[in-house]
């Protein structure tokens, strides 16, 4: 090969690789004249939100529980109204055995005797078992405890009251005897009291 070959050649290479360093530097002066918005621009892909739809939150009732409660409920006030029927009943017996009669039991006809006529008295009395005081007593305590001393639920345990008196008036046949009446006025004084603490107003 001849000197002159090889000269042609080399010129032929310099010549591409001179070529090519400038359309490097124009393809790198053509971007370093973009501003840096227009840069942004051509990288920023918009997605859409998946959330936009549905970013209202909805509430649904629990329908389960709902009904769980007002059965408690429910549940608590007919247990209340049984426990004063029992308890009103039973305080109006014990007042007539301290008075020497049954005027429960049909016939009327029963004797009482001296023991049982004296501890009768003595639970009827004021400081008694079945006197006003601890009567009452103990219907307002049975209605607290079945409420949890829920104070939103002081005139529901009233009503509930009310229904076990004049319940117990039906089991007895009548008019309860004055005790009952006195310890009747007693626990309505009391739901008054605790509606008042708990600065509620009362509707007895």
Do not use: C
Not at 159 to 166: I, L, P, Q, V
Request: charged letters at 25%.
């Amino acid at each position: 090969m001849s000197v002159n070959g090889i000269t042609g050649a080399t010129n032929t290479y310099d010549a591409y690789q001179t070529s090519q360093a400038a359309s490097t530097k124009a393809a790198q002066e053509n971007t370093s004249g973009k501003t840096s918005e227009e840069k942004d621009e051509a990288g920023v892909v918009y997605e859409a939100s998946k959330n936009s739809a549905s970013s209202a939150k909805t509430y649904t009732q629990n329908t389960d529980l709902v009904n769980k409660l007002k059965a408690d409920a429910e549940a608590h006030t007919r247990q209340l109204q049984s426990i004063v029927e029992q308890l009103m009943t039973k305080q109006g017996q014990t007042y007539n055995t301290a008075n020497g009669i049954w005027s429960f039991l049909a016939s009327g006809d029963f004797t009482v005797d001296a023991a049982t006529k004296a501890q009768a008295e003595k639970d009827v009395s004021e400081d008694g078992y079945w006197g006003v005081k601890q009567t009452s007593d103990r219907i307002i305590d049975f209605a607290t405890a079945l409420t949890g001393g829920d104070p939103d639920k002081i005139e529901e345990m009233r009503e509930a009251f009310k229904k076990g008196y004049k319940q117990a008036e039906k089991t007895w046949g009548g008019e309860l005897p004055d005790i009952s009446k006195r310890t009747y006025d007693a626990v309505m004084e009391k739901f008054d009291k605790m509606a008042e603490d708990a600065g509620l107003t009362t509707s007895n």
